[in-house]
């Protein structure tokens, strides 16, 4: 797959220190986003049969360019899969200028209005309402400052799966705890509250899901040590995930659990409208309204 | 129907010119309510029972307190109807206080925090793809000036419905004309493209409906003109709503307009989450969650 955007023509070694690390992240975003969606082709493959009928689904990529600024990216999409009602994985790169009032509220010198930027995002809602869904964004920014951020957590959608000792939280916890302990021992104890903190709907009184971690503005000075770690992130969600939907995969469900994931659902919806910074940070900086929103579930309802 | 607030403390004819007012407006909204609801429950009935299987649906009522300050208001709600897959319809009033942002941002000197209000909202989600999606909202709100504000809007859901010269359109905008005429021949070239204006999803290009009226800030002195104004936009709302809805009730729909019915809610999910101003202003002074998501559709998918 080519990508056909402006940052193409970017070359691949930059003598710029800053065009040379984004370079090396959007690399391996990229690469992640390949390993991910064949590991999700081979699980609609695997997908019993006589729970998940029809077609194996595949993902097709779809390259856009931002209208303001250099960049773009392209979007992964699946819809109408055997196990998987729909995902949307995102990689983007930008060159691109910040509102006055962004550039004060983001790392730098709070004057910088140019940014880079590279990422990728993720979300994917099962059929099932025992498979849980997942999320995970990760992102180099760089203002007169370069920096990593993002996270990854999981949202069961049946009431007894909802807890933080339910089997499959405990199993995402200990990957991302894993990959948090291999980089820094404090960074799991601030990266998981982070991720209860920010995952969380005030108006509803209620967490989005059971958390993960969740990370901003990370910049130790070693920029090799904070790309080694959003690395892991990654690395970590592409072994676990794939675990608990092969275990919860062959599991039937009854209508009331369909029901019960469709409202749940819902919190998913009002979280990425009216609180998510990167779909508020997509669609300031002229992002691709058709990515930013395949984040959106498949099918909803608000009782 | 006892409404069980700490307003109800408040003497019905106050020395305070705009507890007088308040009580007003409320008392109108309120019975705007009950009339709209009977006229709801009415069409329920009606619907032809080929299209229309099972039982016609009533409304509950729900009364609810704030938890900041003093006010509260009853949740109108009905679910599960023939007719109508779901509806809210809300009155609520308050005594509360603005945080100092928000007291600059209003009308007023910009230092009084405390303000009075009240308000009728109703969102109305019919089950048939070809019958339209309506919505309309006024308030009464108070700082250190008063004044009115609200609109009502028409979402029809199908493609050929959507445009400014389809039937309903017509028959809605010409409702809303003859309100605005009859108080000031300047009304309606000033609140129909405030509404075109309003609500439009900038990220989508597109707008949520065909429109309406909004107005804001209607302050022109007199109370009683301004009041009067308001009371005729609700009126024109039950005069109008219920016309277009006989109209299209008798009309079956395909599984396709069904699916385009249930994408084109998403907008509406869209707009209010991450434009409305109602809805910011509900859960940032504590207003009731459950009454202001009421207003999200039913069944709702992404593609």
Redesign the interface.
């Known amino acids: 797959m080519t990508i056909d955007t402006d940052l193409d023509r970017t070359p691949a070694v930059s003598d710029d220190p800053v065009e040379a690390r984004r370079t090396q992240a959007r690399a391996w975003f990229e690469g992640l986003r390949d390993r991910i969606c064949a590991e999700i082709e081979t699980l609609e493959r695997e997908a019993p049969a006589a729970l998940f009928p029809g077609e194996p689904a595949t993902f097709s990529y779809k390259p856009w360019q931002r209208k303001t600024g250099a960049g773009g990216g392209v979007g992964g999409f699946l819809?109408g899969g055997r196990l998987f009602e729909?995902i949307g994985i995102h990689t983007s790169s930008a060159n691109g200028t910040l509102t006055p009032e962004m550039a004060k509220n983001l790392p730098g010198d709070g004057v910088t209005r140019d940014y880079v930027s590279t990422s990728i995002s993720l979300i994917m809602h099962p059929r099932s309402p025992r498979v849980p869904t997942v999320h995970m964004n990760t992102r180099f920014l760089s203002t007169s400052q370069g920096w990593f951020g993002g996270g990854a957590d999981l949202t069961p959608m049946l009431p007894e799966q909802r807890s933080q000792d339910a089997e499959d939280a405990v199993m995402f916890h200990a990957a991302m705890k894993a990959a948090c302990d291999a980089h820094d021992p404090a960074y799991y104890a601030k990266f998981k509250p982070w991720a209860d903190t920010y995952f969380f709907l005030?108006?509803?009184g209620t967490a989005r899901g059971v958390g993960g971690i969740f990370y901003d503005h990370l910049n130790s000075g070693d920029f090799e040590r904070d790309f080694a770690f959003t690395r892991d992130v990654g690395a970590a969600l592409l072994e676990i995930y794939p675990r608990i939907v092969r275990k919860r995969m062959v599991e039937p469900w009854t209508e009331q659990e369909r029901a019960q994931q469709?409202a749940c659902r819902?919190l998913y919806?009002?979280f990425n409208?009216?609180y998510d910074k990167g779909t508020m940070f997509g669609?300031q900086t002229g992002g691709n309204?058709e990515t930013?929103?395949?984040s959106?579930?498949?099918?909803?309802?608000?009782?």
């Open positions: 819809s729909k005030p108006h509803r469709l819902g919806v009002e409208l009216l669609l309204t930013i929103m395949s959106m579930p498949p099918l909803v309802s608000w009782s």
